[in-house]
């Protein structure tokens, strides 16, 4: 009795590690700050953050404003993380912040607050109002086929801050 209930033991011991390694072995999505729109971005966690190291670093400030559960941001996101020359630009050129709610600053919806969003702030700190999508009645929003746009509009971010200099 003693024997079969020790040989029990054995066997609930062996099954349960296995079972705790295969777990663990299991591949999670990483939780970072990008929230699905580049993992090898640095991204900044507020907006006074990313103000801050926009002045220090002398790089614009492009805030992305969206919602979990909104299916434009979605599509934008699924688009925007695999494209490789925003990925690389946005890890290069810019300070990155990506948010779910409003912030302080009036100027970040100049024409109402909606998703997805997307501002550039200079580093001088002044929001980019001329820096627009293609739609007239929401002038910073993009879609998944706005892409092309969104480059030359990063690359347009870019290319003021080094005028000023």
């Known amino acids: 009795m003693l024997h079969s209930t020790l040989a029990l033991c054995l066997l609930m011991i062996t099954v349960s590690s296995n079972l705790a390694i295969a777990i663990k072995k299991e591949k999670r999505p990483p939780q970072t700050l990008s ?80 998703v997805p969003r997307i501002m550039f702030v200079d580093p ?14 929401r002038l910073y929003t993009y879609e998944p086929q706005d892409l092309p746009l969104l480059v030359d509009n990063m690359k347009k971010a870019l290319r003021l801050i080094q005028s000023e200099l």
């Open 35 to 114: 929230r699905g729109w580049g993992d090898d971005i640095t991204w900044v966690q507020t907006y006074e953050e990313g103000l801050f190291h926009a002045r220090k670093s002398n790089k614009p400030l492009m805030v992305i404003h969206h919602l979990e559960n909104c299916q434009y941001c979605q599509a934008l996101k699924q688009e925007f993380s695999k494209n490789e020359e925003i990925q690389e630009m946005a890890q290069n050129g810019f300070i990155m912040l990506n948010i779910m709610h409003e912030t302080t600053d009036k100027n970040l919806s100049p024409d109402g607050q909606y």
């Open 124 to 137: 001088s700190l002044t929001v980019r109002t001329d820096i627009t999508g293609r739609y007239s009645n």
